[in-house]
């Protein structure tokens, strides 16, 4: 055991059960011409966490840990895609539509690849997933029984929406989650805080938040 000084109170990191999920960091959400800029958000917020996620992420490969990657993204006939989720809103282009970085979303375009920044390396495994949760419709609660992981550091975008849905998930099937604060972005900083004041309100109701140092030391 080894102990992260986190928020409501210290998580105590078991690290040959541990696993880091690094959500959505995909081009999309991330570089301008994708689906975060076509819902009218200003992606340059989110390039602020390259930096220390692609630390927490060495800090996993360092312990030899599992890393585990996710992509939001559907299949190019769409047949994964609700048109509930297609048509919400008024945005620019919509799910599957062509853009600069290929068709918005959509599975084996490079919009919907990860940053090359914080690209997976060979072994590591990649969850594509239709909806904000990383569980939902996905192998993840497999890959996780499988690797006897029982403890999860969230990382990635964004923070109330993909990253606080995955932990909800996450928390009601048992695993013990732990945010990195500042391995996380929201396109809106005031979500970004209130989701971290709801996940470890309540003697931590959804979970644990904890710099990325804090982590890193621990581990
Ligand atoms: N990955 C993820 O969070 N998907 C989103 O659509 N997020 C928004 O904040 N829009």
Known sequence: MATVKARPFNFELDPSH???????????????????E???NDVALLQ????????????????????????ECHRPDLS????AKR?????????????????ILISG???????????????????????KGAFYATGLDDVL????IRQLVFAGVTTEVCVQTSMREANDRGYECLLATDATESYFPRFKAAAIDMITAQ???????????AILEAL
């Open 18 to 36: 541990a696993a880091l999920i690094v959500i959505d960091m995909q081009r999309d959400f991330i570089e301008p011409g994708g689906f975060g």
């Open 87 to 103: 048509e919400r809103g008024n945005p620019k282009l919509r799910i599957g539509d062509p853009g600069p970085m290929g068709r």
């Open 145 to 148: 029984k499988t690797r006897g």
């Open 109 to 131: 375009e490079e919009g919907a690849d990860i940053i090359p920044d914080l690209y997976p390396i060979a072994g590591e495994v990649v969850i594509d997933k239709p909806g």
């Open 80 to 83: 994964d895609c609700p048109p």
């Open 203 to 213: 003697g931590a109701i959804v979970g644990w938040a904890a710099p990325v140092a």
């Open 38 to 40: 076509t819902l009218g």
């Open 48 to 71: 602020s966490i390259i930096p220390t996620t692609s630390e927490l992420i060495a800090g996993f490969r360092r312990a030899g840990l599992t890393v585990i990657h996710t992509r």
